[in-house]
């Protein structure tokens, strides 16, 4: 019971807070406006047209096609490795670690040169 009392009591304070500080947003607001009414004297504005047609005309080339300074990178299928050896961004550590687990059975079976053959029945 009590907390429910105090919780009424709490949102009759908080509606008292709230129209204290409408008040002085209002005042705020008010003089927010009066000094953006002087700075329009103070700032000029300028169309869009004559800045859209400078981009457009800088923006385009020739054939039409947009050039690439990255080159691709080449991945490796069978390792998921690059020219440098990194695997790519989108592999998280766990997959990288299964990854080189997987890799090493395969060197090791190189090695060993026995491939073993399960009996069929």
Do not use: F
């Amino acid at each position: 019971m009590a907390k429910g009392l105090r919780c009424k009591h709490r949102i009759r304070m908080r509606n008292i807070k709230r129209q204290h500080y409408a008040k002085k947003d209002l005042e705020r607001l008010k003089k927010i406006v009066s000094k953006s009414s002087e700075l329009k004297d103070v700032v000029t504005m300028k169309t869009t047209e004559p800045i859209q047609e400078n981009k457009t005309s800088e923006g385009t080339s020739t054939d039409g096609s947009m050039e690439v300074d990255k080159m691709a990178k080449v991945i490796n299928k069978k390792t998921l490795q690059d020219e440098n050896g990194h695997y790519p961004e989108w592999m998280n550590q766990r997959a990288v670690k299964k990854q080189k687990q997987k890799l090493n059975k395969l060197k090791i079976k190189k090695k060993s040169g026995k491939v073993s053959k399960a009996i069929k029945w």
